[in-house]
């Protein structure tokens, strides 16, 4: 197929083509991917690199770049080795003749010590940079030590502070080398934060000082290049809906009794947001509660021993009835727990679990009546457009990141339906609270913690 780049894309094309080093911000689905193959495409014909390292999200490592670059004609004949699998496996293909090179953002630790000092990449292209958000991260600190050796870095994200400005630093760096935000997290942090919450000498919370957001978007402005699909495409409509749900007298006896024994309990621990961890919202006790309320919301919750406790089957029963509705029509559904998706497929023999590129291409052909995700493993790249246009959220997460990056997999270029996302919300229980933060896109730990705090004074 013949790439003719979009307004938007030329832009960003243009943008690339200035910098050695830069940042693409842009939304989900203005075709990151394309505009950032096409440049590593015209850069291997100039000669000004030969080898390019491609880190990613694994499902994204595993099937987007691949397709991706085959489907154009322009980039069809790039010569690309997965560095994926077992580490036999990793070394073969990191041995393997080839243009571009693939790895999950998972093994880079493994790659840096696999090449004991070497490196061989005059580029590197982070797709999902936010993910290279705290310092504390192994994969980070060896990505810092060998990036500088590549002359050519481009960072893609369509959420790039998903937490709040603090996020900016380390991905930045990974860009600049601290050129524009500071060498060090500490010297960002003083020169425009304030701290908020703390415990003592501990700062759970970090407020940007007055001025401080347009300052930093100032310095970013020459090697990071923001765009909305908003103003750029016009996408059929998005349309959402919210189905409320309701336990009969008896489960709400068995789910209130739970939570007074199983759940308010834990009030009596200090509930903080942890600021370092890359994959929780919420951290200490409010990840505990938040995450036994909402699997009680769903139907079912863990005990200590790490067994199921049935509640009810509401959501489940909500879910057949937009089955139902839907006739033919294929239904992405998003799910957060284990149990969740168990009990799916129980109800549904039909529902088929994300795998890899075979799910992927079947999903796309029309071949699977309900795709079953995790909105951690469906979040970033993945092109799912050409399969369906409804999805379904069984349980709702906290992550406004994770939210977003989900419902942009059916809402992006090649979508020709209106998109409905419908949330199955339990009355009564913490699925309004997070709906609500959801809607009103409270994207900062504070807010969800607030939500977290609402509900359980309310049931005290």
């Known amino acids: 197929m013949r790439f003719t780049p979009r307004p938007h894309q030329e832009l960003a094309l243009d943008f690339l083509r200035k910098r050695d080093r830069c940042a693409l911000f842009l939304d989900m689905g203005l075709g990151k991917t394309v505009v950032t193959l096409t440049h590593v495409q015209e850069l291997l014909d100039d000669y000004a690199i030969c080898k390019c390292l491609i880190i990613a999200p694994k499902r994204v490592a595993e099937d987007t770049w691949t397709r991706e670059s085959g489907k154009w004609d322009h980039t069809s004949g790039l010569r690309i080795s997965s560095i994926l699998g077992s580490a036999e496996q990793r070394r073969a293909a990191l041995a393997k003749k080839a243009e571009v090179y693939i790895i999950n953002r998972e093994n880079v630790q493994w790659l840096v010590e696999e090449l004991k000092g070497q490196w061989p990449f005059d580029m590197v292209v982070i797709d999902e940079l ?3 958000k705290s310092t504390k991260a192994k994969r980070w600190r060896c990505l810092k030590r060998v990036i500088k050796l590549s002359p050519f870095v481009i960072g893609l994200t369509g959420t790039p502070a998903p937490n709040g400005y603090m996020d900016l630093w380390p991905e930045l760096y990974l860009i600049d080398g601290g050129q524009r935000l500071g060498r060090t997290l500490g010297e960002y942090r003083t020169r425009y934060f304030n701290p908020g919450a703390h415990k003592g000498h501990v700062v759970f919370e970090w407020r940007l ?3 401080a957001k347009e300052m930093i978007d100032h310095l970013l402005s020459d090697v990071c290049l923001s765009m909305s699909k908003e103003d750029w495409l016009t996408l059929p409509p998005v349309m959402t809906s919210t189905t409320y749900v309701h336990m009969t007298s008896s489960e ?30 919420v951290g200490g006790t409010a990840a505990v509660l938040s995450n036994k309320l909402l699997q009680m919301a769903n139907g079912a ?62 999903w796309n052909e029309g071949k699977i009546p309900m795709l079953l995700c995790h909105p951690a493993s469906a979040g970033h790249g993945l092109n799912l457009q050409q399969g369906g246009h409804v999805i379904v959220w069984f349980g709702l997460p906290w992550s406004l990141e994770l939210y977003q990056q989900a ?35 409270s994207a900062t730990q504070k807010n969800l913690l607030d939500a977290l705090k609402i509900y359980l004074a309310e049931e005290m």
Request: overall charge negative.
């Open 130 to 132: 936010s993910s290279f």
């Open 209 to 211: 000082k007055h001025g």
């Open 252 to 281: 709400r006896k068995i789910y209130d009794q739970l939570q007074r024994d199983r759940v308010l309990p834990l009030l009596g621990q200090d509930v903080v947001p942890l600021q370092e961890s890359e994959s929780a919202v």
């Open 301 to 362: 919750v863990y005990d200590d021993a790490g067994c199921i406790f049935h509640i009810h089957d509401a959501k489940l029963d909500a879910l057949s009835e937009l089955a139902e509705a839907y006739g033919d029509e294929p239904l992405l559904v998003f799910y957060n727990y284990r149990h969740d998706a168990d009990r799916i497929k129980a109800a549904f023999p039909k529902a088929v679990e994300m795998g890899g590129s075979e799910t992927i291409t079947a």
């Open 407 to 441: 419902n942009a997999r059916l809402n992006r270029m090649g979508q020709d339906k209106p998109v409905m996302i419908h949330h199955l919300a339990c009355a009564d229980t913490i699925d309004t609270n997070v709906l609500n933060v959801l809607e009103h896109k």
